[in-house]
């Protein structure tokens, strides 16, 4: 089992950057694919990112390819998502999740049996 925590989220202006951790608990987090997801007012939760256990493989939403960056340290238990040239449309609750498999990459929520509680991105325009 493992227990993610995200942290990094605030107030940015439009073209500017925000860096997301996700700690984690847990002997067997470098065992896990991590993901990124987020959830706008009123709108369904998105895939953002993906990569699996080892870092080798890495997917993103076409919405944020070559502008996010997803890793992690699995020495550290750490994932994170590096986020340049922020737009107003990327202001939304940005949640961290974990799957046990972590050979493949995941794009649905189904998929991720972990969860974070979210922290907020919110660009200005």
């Known amino acids: 089992q493992v227990q993610l925590v995200e942290s990094g989220g605030g107030l940015v202006q439009a073209g500017g950057s925000l860096r997301l951790s996700c700690a984690a608990s847990g002997r067997t987090f470098s065992s896990y694919a991590m993901g990124w997801f987020r959830q706008a007012s009123g709108k369904e939760r998105e895939f953002v990112a993906t990569i699996t256990y080892g870092g080798s493989s890495t997917d993103y939403a076409n919405s944020v390819k070559g502008r996010f960056t997803i890793s992690r340290d699995n020495a550290k238990n750490m994932a994170y998502l590096q986020m340049n040239s922020l737009k107003p449309e990327d202001t939304a609750v940005y949640y961290c999740?974990?799957?046990?498999?972590?050979?493949?990459?995941?794009?649905?929520?189904?998929?991720?049996?972990?969860w974070g509680q979210g922290t907020q991105v919110t660009v200005s325009s």
């Open positions: 999740a974990a799957a046990r498999n972590g050979y493949r990459i995941y794009y649905f929520p189904r998929d991720y049996g972990y």
